[in-house]
């Protein structure tokens, strides 16, 4: 959301994005909550809500598990669920 490059960890078929190590250090700062209430809502690019997509419906990314894991995380991942929702919402409201 915030456009945070992942890490790629691994190598061949193991290789995955990691977003954890880069938004700690670029986006869990202390203007968080700031930059959340002012987030440009309607301008989402429609890249990244793709990318988002999967990683919000996996299991990992289930209430229970984020809860158990960190409310703070939990908190957040509930505003990148929102965001998106939001996105998908507008594309069906606005004319064309």
């Not at 598990?65 to 998106?84: E, F, H, T, Y």
């Not at 929702?85 to 507008?90: E, I, P, S, V």
């Amino acid at each position: 959301m915030f456009g945070v490059a992942p890490k790629i960890v691994g190598t061949g078929k193991d290789k995955q994005k990691d977003y954890w190590e880069p938004a700690k250090k670029q986006v869990l700062t202390a203007d968080l909550l700031k930059r959340c209430t002012t987030f440009d809502k309607d301008n989402i690019s429609p890249a990244v809500v793709e990318e988002l997509k999967p990683i919000i419906n996996s299991d990992e990314y289930d209430d229970k598990v984020l809860k158990n894991a960190s409310s703070a995380a939990w908190g957040l991942a509930k505003w990148i669920r929102a965001m998106v929702q939001y996105d998908d919402a507008m594309k069906v409201v606005k004319p064309k």
